[in-house]
């Protein structure tokens, strides 16, 4: 046929289940989404290990939970041999499946989803996984086109070549950092390993509160906090409580399902307050829930930092702490697995940076050092 357009080619999906029925399921589930091939499958890790590179998937679907080589172990090892291909992991919803499915984010793992509850009824939990993972597999499987506009900064946004991500332009104004009183975070899709890198900076914990917003449901943010508590970067990490006092050194993560907030206790005190308001980017904990706050509580004397993630969660009000003088970092998109949040940032013209993962916590250290914040933005204000 000539004069005609090739058809899209579909992204490739491994499913790797050790249970023939979880494997039905979502092969027939994967199957149903028109983009979507099902290449192949495997019983265990040893076996997903042998076939990847016969295969050749887009994406993989990994169980967490396998004889002979569990999906971490597995996991490990496509990272390794096979770094492009993304990896979705599949969790029962328990406390051990929280613990692994967290484990394996922080190592690499693209994303995850719930696999469905007993007593669902099949259509419900076929229908249920075409949208969710069939979203999720479009999400990390759709190759980037590396057609389209190039936009570009200005260079004063990167003083020694800091930015690598081209962005639409509408720039912050630079002003004067003041003094620091709070690290505030948002992070979605690819947060918890984003979390990890960020944090593995950090040799001792900051002389401030830090409040960090991931999306995850109720029982993985536990495990997150958890988790992150054995960096051994000096931070301690604590899963929010309500009423829970605001001090200097710790880590406060948002639970899975509230909101959270910080308000003010008198004369200078602040304390936690969650609650279950409306879902906010259809999001609850949302990034601009927090920021808010914030905002109404520390002004612009804090560094707001957006990692990767889908949406926008936290755009608007990077954009407001930025009026008020705030620090607003976001993440490039190079190293996000997911340029969605920290590009909604760089759209509305609140980030002061846009640098790569690996940039973030030594940046965000060099703005603490005595003189640091002031001296950057006067050079860049001179650029």
């Known amino acids: 046929m000539s004069g005609g357009l090739a058809a ?6 491994m499913v790797v289940d050790d249970s023939a029925l979880m494997r039905r399921v979502l092969m027939q589930a994967l199957s149903s989404c028109p983009d979507i091939e099902v290449a192949g499958f495997a019983i265990n890790g040893v076996e997903a290990l042998q076939k990847v590179g016969v295969i050749k998937p887009d994406v993989i679907t990994m169980d967490v939970e396998m004889p002979d080589m569990d999906g971490l172990t597995a996991l490990d ?23 692994v499915t967290v484990d394996a984010l922080m190592r690499g793992a693209a994303d995850y989803i719930a696999k469905p509850v007993s007593g669902m009824p099949p259509s419900e939990s076929l229908q249920r996984l075409k949208e969710e993972l069939g979203g999720k597999v479009r999400l990390h499987g759709t190759k980037r086109s590396a057609a389209g506009p190039v936009l570009r900064l200005p260079a004063r946004y990167a003083p020694g070549n ?5 962005a639409p332009l509408v720039t912050a104004p630079v002003t004067p950092l003041r003094r620091v009183t709070a690290l505030c975070i948002g992070s979605s899709t690819g947060g918890p390993n984003a979390l990890a890198e960020l944090f593995s900076s950090f040799q001792a914990p900051l002389a401030m509160p830090i409040f960090i917003v991931q999306h995850m449901p109720p029982m993985f943010t536990r495990m997150l906090a ?25 880590a406060y993560i948002a639970p899975g399902g509230h909101h959270m907030e910080v308000v ?19 999001c609850r904990p949302s990034v601009d829930v927090l920021f808010r706050s914030i905002s109404g509580v520390y002004g612009g004397s804090v560094i707001a930092t957006v990692l990767t993630g889908m949406g ?16 607003v970092i976001a993440q490039d998109e190079a ?27 030594p940046r965000i250290l060099e703005l603490l050092r005595p003189g ?11 650029a």
């Open 264 to 282: 003010l206790q008198g004369v200078s005190s602040q304390v936690i307050r969650l609650h279950e308001g409306p879902m906010e980017h259809s």
């Open 8 to 13: 899209p080619s579909r992204i490739r999906v």
């Open 335 to 361: 190293s996000s697995v997911v340029w969605g949040m920290p590009g909604a940032v760089v759209r509305t013209g609140a980030a002061n940076e846009v640098l790569p993962l690996n940039q973030i916590g």
């Open 372 to 382: 640091g914040a002031l001296a950057n933005s006067k050079k860049q204000a001179a």
């Open 226 to 250: 958890e988790r992150l508590c054995r960096l051994n970067c000096g931070t301690h990490f604590v899963e929010a409580e309500h009423g829970m006092p605001v001090k200097a050194g710790e």
């Open 162 to 166: 800091r930015i690598s991500t081209p």
């Open 77 to 99: 090892g496509i990272r390794k041999n096979h770094p492009m291909v993304k990896v979705i992991m599949c969790s029962s919803l328990t406390e051990s499946g929280a613990r």
């Open 312 to 327: 926008a969660d936290g755009a608007n009000t990077s954009k407001l702490l930025g009026t008020q003088g705030a620090y």
